[in-house]
């Protein structure tokens, strides 16, 4: 026996270290990967305090991979189960190469109490598995990665459980020691293993047999999935922690912020991996293609051919097959990530209407937007490449600053005969409210701005808006990527704020209250912005709005992106509805976080939709089917496409901003 074990020990200190040093070789690699690349993202180790609490909710806590019930469930107890075993495996290992080194013998009173609970928790993960192969092999979601990798992991896990439980089974199973010592009754479900397999009945010889047996089945298989680790999708045990650890802790964000006039600068936006910052690398590591963002994307679910799970793994499959360049830097040899053959394509990036839903669902806190904003940002400055209808937008926005093309000075003319008053007239106002374009010039929401002027009037509010001075925000050019447009606009209405004493700026377009109050600041230039939701529900509340409820039947209340995933302002646009109609609130099915896009951001207002389902019309689709008689909205941009969408369907649904049901209740 002496002997054995020390044949035992040589062949596991001679694994170890082989299966160890190779695991730390690659694990290596992909760091020098992730510095090496040229991308500097902003600093993301401040608050830390609130990092380390971030790390407790997110990754122990599995708090965002439980917001899907079932496979959230099934992946907490696979997490908690895997996590629970560690120990008993990490002490199996140092046994192996140190036979004397026996921790149950060492300190009885806390190791059978761990492996009590260890036992079952790690029966918990097979329960895990059961429901994941349920559902890869009869619920069969479209957006679940299936096949050779995905099974492997499946296969490697259950085996090493599997046989935590065997080499359980068996140390039960054997005789007292001579100093009284024995794990009887310390496994309650590898208990059940033990008698099921009769091993009470074996010999001690026999009993030493199989413990061996799955000893070696147990430590080869975890040595031999700690080497299939870095070139996996389970690379995220690695880099999830950190990656959520990392991540932007404010829901709000801004674009990138590019320095256009960096004379040095030999390329804007990203154009090749090497253009990568280390946290959008670290991002594609962290991945576990669970397909979560796919299934809540309104591009992907209307048949459109962007997929954010598959372009986050397009992304690190083009960052690994270009690593030797990269490492070696020569930066020469790394080739465009859009050329010919890629499959990220122009279908691929400007499907995206920039919802935000990928990022809000991800359990490990990926930015999937970052990589398409500024691909698109150097598909743009660098090769003037984007769909030829937005040619056009980016003129009119050039020249009459709107994307419509309307003459400038015509941009307060929805207010003729309404006594709006002017800043440029005024000088002064306790509000400056940005009407937008949207809310100057396209048609519907001209009512809208209408109705917004009624309200405020009533309400007595000291307002003004700039009028023919106003020019767009800023987010159309920026999301299709012309950054110089934008900067250009951003700066020009800086510059006019700056002319006028105001305390707050009130905006009824989510779009113009994201950019104004999230990547203003980005250029020296920090408000006050209210959006018109929590700005009425304050006029209410303080009793300046005279509200009498009517019956308008059942009301369904469409989310804003921008208000709703990029804001998290949920509940004060259902407020008003709730307010204004005695009827019931009915939600849509995709509603709140999981809020299904109108089909507008990301400036595809002006992009024409030729491939699958029109978003509007699916969103419409939504709506209808809730049986409401008023769909209510909080976006100029919502409330035009969810009117036309509904114009394809037999139900002529009203469409209300939240503006026009204020302004229809009040006195």
């Known amino acids: 026996m002496q002997t054995y074990l020390m044949i035992k020990s040589v062949l596991m200190a001679v694994a170890l270290a082989g299966a ?81 080194l026996d921790i149950g013998h060492w300190i009885p009173w806390l190791y059978k109490p761990y492996l009590f609970v260890a036992d079952i928790l790690g029966f918990l993960v097979l329960v895990g598995f059961a429901y994941a192969l349920y559902r890869r092999l009869v619920i069969k979601p479209a957006y679940l990665t ?15 459980v599997l046989s935590f439980h065997l080499i359980n089974a068996f140390q039960m199973a054997m005789p007292v020691e001579p100093d009284g010592f024995s794990y009887a009754g310390v496994f309650p479900i590898s208990g059940i293993f033990a008698a099921l397999f009769g091993l009470h009945g074996l010999s001690p010889s026999g009993l030493t047999v199989g413990y061996e047996l799955f000893y070696f089945v147990h430590i080869g298989t ?124 122009d279908d691929v990036l400007w499907a995206c209407t920039t919802c935000r839903s990928c990022e809000d669902i991800c359990p490990v806190s990926n930015e999937h937007l970052d990589f398409i904003f500024e691909m698109r940002k150097h598909q743009v400055l660098m090769e003037a490449s984007f769909p030829p209808e937005m040619q056009e937008t980016f003129n009119s926005l050039e020249n009459q600053a709107n994307p419509w093309g309307f003459s400038a000075d015509t941009r307060a003319d929805w207010s003729e005969g309404m006594d ?40 007595g509010v000291d307002f003004a808006i700039l009028g023919p001075e106003e020019v767009c925000n800023g987010d159309m050019a920026r999301r299709a990527g012309n950054e110089y447009l934008a900067q250009m606009m951003i700066a020009q209405n800086v510059e006019t ?64 992106c921008y208000l709703g995933r990029w804001n998290h302002i949920y509940d004060s646009p259902r407020d008003i509805p709730k307010q204004v109609n005695s009827g019931a609130l009915i939600e849509m099915d995709r509603t709140g976080s999981k809020g299904f896009c109108c089909g507008a951001g990301g400036s595809r207002m002006f992009m024409e939709e030729t491939i699958g389902t029109r978003i509007n019309s699916e969103r419409a689709r939504h709506a209808v089917d809730t049986g409401a008689g008023t769909i209510a909205a909080a976006c100029p941009f919502c409330a035009t496409m969810l009117h036309d969408g509904i114009m394809e369907t037999d139900q002529k649904i009203p469409i209300k901003d939240i503006a026009e049901l204020i302004d229809d209740a009040s006195n």
């Open 146 to 160: 299936l096949g050779r990798d995905a099974n492997l992991i499946i296969v490697f896990t259950s085996v090493i």
């Open 222 to 345: 975890i040595l031999g999935f700690l080497i299939y680790i870095p070139g996996s999708k389970h690379l995220h045990l690695l880099a999830a922690a950190p990656n959520v650890f990392f991540k932007r802790l404010d829901v709000e964000k801004s674009i990138v912020k590019t320095d256009i006039e960096d004379e040095e600068a030999e390329t804007f936006g990203l154009g090749r991996v090497n253009e990568f910052n280390w946290y959008n690398v670290l991002n594609l590591y962290a991945c576990t293609e669970c397909g979560r963002c796919e299934e809540l994307c309104p591009a992907s679910g209307t048949g459109k051919p962007l997929s954010p799970k598959q372009i986050i793994h397009d992304f690190k499959v083009d960052l690994l097959d270009q690593s030797d360049p990269l490492l070696n830097n020569e930066k020469d040899r790394i080739k465009p990530i859009m050329r010919e053959g890629s499959p990220v394509t």
């Open 497 to 560: 704020f700056g002319q006028y004493e105001f305390d707050t700026i009130l905006t009824g377009c989510p779009h113009c209250f994201n950019t104004i109050k999230n990547e203003y600041p980005d250029f020296g230039a920090e408000y006050s912005v209210v959006h018109t939701a929590d700005f009425f529900n304050d006029l209410i509340n303080q009793g300046r709005l005279n509200i009498s409820a009517k019956d308008m039947g059942a009301i369904t209340f469409h989310d804003s």
């Open 420 to 459: 709006v008053p002017v800043m440029a007239e005024k000088k002064k106002a306790r509000v400056l409210w940005f009407v937008g374009c949207a809310g100057s010039f396209d048609d519907r929401g001209k009512k809208i701005s209408q109705a917004t002027a009624r309200v405020l009037q009533k309400a």
């Open 20 to 100: 160890f040093g190779y695991f730390f070789k690659k694990v290596a690699r992909l760091y020098r990967i992730m510095m090496a690349v040229d991308g500097e993202p902003k600093p993301m180790l401040d608050r830390l305090n609130e990092r380390i609490r971030v790390l407790f909710t997110d990754v122990l806590g599995q708090a965002n991979v439980r917001r899907k019930f079932g496979p959230g469930l099934a992946h907490t107890l696979i997490f908690f189960g895997f996590l629970a075993i560690q120990p008993h495996s990490l002490e199996l290992m140092i046994k192996g190469v140190i036979p004397v």
